[in-house]
């Protein structure tokens, strides 16, 4: 059974529409994607499977029940990390932690949720005195201690040195060779890259695309430039067959050879691009 | 797989009470604002007016140390869960509670604890200063103490529910204790508890009658200060009676609007 499963989903705010009609379906155990520009409708989307906002209309089942009504022992079974949270900045880690422990009926560990969130040197600090970094691994903490099946992370690296990004990769991998299904928002697509199994693009509250990081929009058999320069100046060609584009400059006089496969963001400005 | 029980809402209720009691006593501004406050105005005015009015025999320092309760009541009820409420709103709280299995019941029995406990050592710190610098004697006869609890008990339920719906009000946690100082300030001026009812226009008091402060005002006079002061009060007499009726009916309007306007977030409109 998938652990997501969403059909013709629309959500209107009086005139604008957010979320245009979207299908998408999440397997149990998956990382899964949703990528966009801001306004695109992906947090809207996200907070209606979440349980914080109704549907106008469509079918949307999270864990076999409806999001829309789902009760305590549903909301016991989801974590959600937000994007922005503030909280709690009088309180110790730990404090908040196990606070939040005491909520759900199975917890993980507090101890062992402070220290795969990389905090358990600041157990004892107030959250007040956290760095931006930190203080989105207590969010991850409170989003995991009720030990969840699904996953919700929105934008959960927004703000991270390059360095807190990678640690927070790792996390995000352990919790999904533990089975966690996840479902995480973003605008890196680096992350998307590195996480995601699967990634759907959203533009203008519709799903312009969807497909694994190698195959997105057609990535895999999109074409190559291979780009050089020789006495009459330089050269662009746009290719199918990159490897037999080179060969055939082999002995010639040129500099400045170059192969450009495109990158999953230069598919994704595509794809935006061409819904705005 | 989820099989064991939910917490209940009255275990989670308390642990949320002793989450926002180590928050508000550990947020040195709060604590300052919402709890000393009183006690300092209390300082202020009890030094300076120290003689008794004409024709009364309590000192106005007195009269103000039985007053000031009712402000303390307001700051520990009121501005404490409205302003709290619309913080929590604002930095993310109640939207992270509720995509918990947390209950809005346990939520507010969290909030319930907070103010119990705030307003219960309010009022002990503000007799302290009364007794200690301003000679006010706590009273020996039971029927005066059973009077000051259930006083408290219609004060605090009433301040808190308004606040609840208060907090509805105001637009974000910064712009809330601007907001809702506004109604303490003019009710306590207006209420006789920064100036004494007494000399208060006629129908600056009426407007005054309508609402709580006059009225909590009123009664912790009543509890504190002696029968022959009864001569100072509007109607020349303590009026309990028409205390707990005015206190009750602002706490039921005070349910009605909590249930009326409380969101669990700012953009639950949609």
């Known amino acids: 059974m998938n652990a997501i499963e969403v059909r013709g989903l629309r959500k209107d705010y009086g005139a604008n529409t957010a979320v245009a009609g979207i299908d998408l379906h999440v397997a149990q155990g998956e990382v899964f994607a949703l990528l966009g520009p801001n306004g695109a409708g992906k947090t809207t989307t996200v907070e209606i499977l979440e349980g914080h906002r109704h549907r106008t209309s469509g079918e949307a089942t999270v864990l076999g029940e409806d999001p829309g009504k789902a009760g305590r022992h549903w909301r016991s079974r989801i974590g959600i990390v937000l994007q922005t949270a503030t909280d709690s900045a009088e309180l110790t880690v730990a404090e908040t932690v196990k606070h939040y422990a005491g909520y759900y009926p199975n917890p993980r560990s507090v101890t062992d949720v402070i220290d795969v969130c990389g905090l358990t040197e600041k157990a004892g600090a107030r959250i007040r005195s956290l760095s931006g970094g930190q203080r989105r691994r207590v969010d991850v903490a409170l989003g995991i201690v009720g030990n969840p099946e699904l996953l919700f992370l929105d934008e959960p690296t927004t703000g991270f040195d390059p360095q807190a990004r990678r640690q927070f990769w790792d996390l995000v991998r352990t919790l999904a060779a533990d089975g966690t299904t996840i479902v995480l928002t973003t605008h890196y697509l680096d992350e998307a890259e590195a996480l995601a199994g699967r990634l759907a693009v959203i533009a203008d509250g519709r799903i312009v695309a969807e497909g694994t990081p190698a195959t997105l929009g057609g990535r895999e058999t999109a074409q190559a430039t291979v780009t050089w320069t020789d006495d009459t100046g330089p050269h662009e060609l746009r290719t199918d067959d990159p490897v037999a584009a080179v060969a055939a400059l082999a002995g010639q006089n040129i500099g400045g050879l170059r192969v450009h496969q495109p990158t999953l963001e230069d598919v994704y400005l595509d794809l935006i691009g061409a819904a705005a | ?270």
């Open chain 2, 1 to 270: 797989m989820s099989t064991g029980a939910l917490p209940g809402t009255a275990s989670v209720g308390l642990s949320r009470g002793q989450a926002e009691l180590r928050m508000f006593f550990r947020a040195k501004e709060a604590v300052i604002f919402t709890f000393a406050f009183p006690a300092f105005l209390l300082v202020l005015l009890g030094s300076i007016f120290t003689k008794a009015d004409p024709g009364l025999t309590v000192p106005m320092s007195q009269v103000f140390a039985a007053s000031m309760i009712a402000y303390g009541i307001l700051s520990t009820a009121f501005l404490t869960t409205g302003v709290g409420i619309a913080i929590d709103r604002e930095d993310g709280t109640l939207k992270r509670l509720r995509g918990t299995p947390v209950t809005a019941g346990a939520y507010f029995v969290g909030k319930i604890v907070l103010v119990a406990v705030a307003t219960l050592a309010e009022v002990v710190l503000l007799l302290a200063v009364g007794v200690l610098l301003f000679d006010l004697s706590l009273p020996t006869d039971p029927a005066r103490w059973l009077t000051l609890a259930w006083l408290l008990v219609l004060s605090v339920l009433s301040c808190t529910l308004l606040g609840i719906a208060a907090s509805s009000v105001a637009k974000s946690g910064k712009s809330a204790p601007a907001v809702l100082n506004l109604p303490v300030i003019a009710l306590q001026f207006i209420s006789g508890i920064f100036v004494h009812i007494s000399v208060l226009p006629g129908p600056m008091v009426t407007v005054a009658s309508f609402f709580p402060v006059k009225w909590m005002g009123q009664g912790f006079r009543s509890v504190f200060l002696p029968d022959s002061m009864m001569v100072g009060e509007v109607a020349g007499s303590w009026e309990h009676g028409m205390t707990a009726l005015v206190l009750g009916a602002w706490c039921v309007i005070g349910l009605v609007l909590c249930l009326l306007t409380f969101r669990w977030s700012e953009r639950q409109a949609g």
